[in-house]
């Protein structure tokens, strides 16, 4: 079986503790996203997963067996870096079976099993060049099909596609979550750029300074965010939070009294939550636009909304000027509440607006 579990897994640097007591597990054939911010722990959390890192505290699974003192040549799994790590010196086909020459696995078996993964890929056409005669979408088929050559049940990824542009990441996004499926791997996938982990994740794992902030489905994480961070971690443009205050019948916006009670609570220590593309316009509170910023396919509206400025997301083109009044409403079930404190997910729902 290839699936692994963590265990309070810690990591520290003198005094530095960088990630904290984590666990999670992740099922055979699972494609399973570390998402956050630079710096959060992420990368080192799969480094310590590949054995490239010791762990300061706690203990790693693999198959069920602990393998928390176990070498990385020892843990049945492959990686891909961020870099290609690929030898400028060797051509593509060298590149590829250069685990298994060091592994001295028979010359039949390397050949059997370049020609496989070069087709799966679709380097066949390219092995007798060397790296720095391949684009940067190349090099990456090349650092995967290594590892898929290596026929380890697991692979990691730590950030591989931030190298290539927009267009190539949407194309190898593609392409790597279709051969996972088809070749059933157990992946961990670390990335910082929530469309990559949207796109592809069976389930994310959000982590923020060392510590896991949410663990869930795409679905759910974008639904149902368990705290301000992760509202604003997740979307584009990030959920808008409005600050509210306690109004006579209840709480009002904050800076915005007179647009009346738009919760029943007292209105204390509150941000609600309102994804921009979830706000209509054309009716409701009114707010003042700021500014306008025409993507295409749709129109980003910042408004003034008494002390805050809120996004809209709007199809297509939408056209005002700077200072023009627009109404705007959501619907009572695109709302969210969270502790201005803590910035914990409250269970109370707000009315409609």
């Known amino acids: 079986m290839a699936d692994i579990r963590l265990e309070g897994i810690c990591k520290s640097w003198g005094d530095s503790r960088v990630v904290k007591d984590l666990h999670f597990s992740v099922k055979a054939g699972e494609f ?10 992420k ?14 505290a706690g203990r790693v699974f693999i198959g069920g067996t602990d393998v928390t003192g176990h070498a990385p040549s020892r843990r049945g799994l492959s990686m891909v870096f961020q870099s290609y790590a690929l030898f400028p010196h060797l051509n593509v086909a060298e590149n590829i079976v250069f685990g298994l020459k060091v592994r001295r696995l028979g010359r039949a078996e390397r ?7 070069a087709a799966l890929v679709g380097l066949d056409g390219l092995l007798d060049r060397k790296p720095a005669q391949l684009s940067g979408g190349q090099r990456q088929r090349v650092a995967l099909a290594r590892s898929i ?4 049940p697991i692979c990691l990824m730590d950030e591989p596609l931030s190298n290539l542009d927009a267009k190539l990441r949407h194309d190898m996004r593609v392409e790597i979550r279709a051969l996972q499926q088809r070749l059933g791997m157990t992946v961990i996938y670390v990335t910082h ?14 982590m923020r300074d060392g510590r896991i902030e949410q663990e869930a489905t795409p679905e759910e994480i974008y639904a149902r965010p368990a705290s301000d961070f992760v509202a604003r971690f997740i979307g ?28 029943p609570s007292p209105g204390h220590d509150t941000l ?21 910023d025409y993507h295409g396919a749709d129109t980003v509206i910042s408004a003034q909304l008494g002390a805050q400025v809120v996004q809209i997301r709007a199809p297509g083109r939408f056209h ?25 997910r409250r269970a109370d729902n707000p009315r409609p607006t």
């Open 32 to 41: 399973l996203v570390l998402l956050g911010p630079s710096g959060c722990g």
């Open 43 to 56: 990368s080192t959390t799969l480094r310590m997963i590949a054995g490239l890192e010791e762990v300061s």
């Open 111 to 117: 050949d059997e099993r370049l020609k496989r993964v």
């Open 149 to 152: 050559a290596a026929e380890h």
């Open 193 to 206: 750029d929530q469309v990559e982990a949207m796109s592809m994740a069976d389930r994310i794992v959000l």
């Open 236 to 263: 584009l443009p990030p959920m808008n939070l409005i600050r509210l205050a306690p109004g006579t019948d209840g709480a009002v916006i904050d800076g915005a009294p007179e647009i009346g009670a738009i919760h």
């Open 272 to 292: 609600l939550g309102i994804r921009p593309e979830h706000i209509r316009l054309g009716q409701g509170i009114a707010a003042r636009v700021v500014a306008i």
């Open 320 to 344: 005002a000027q700077s200072g023009e009044e627009i109404r705007l409403s959501w619907p009572p079930e695109a709302a969210h509440l969270f502790d201005a404190g803590n910035g914990m």
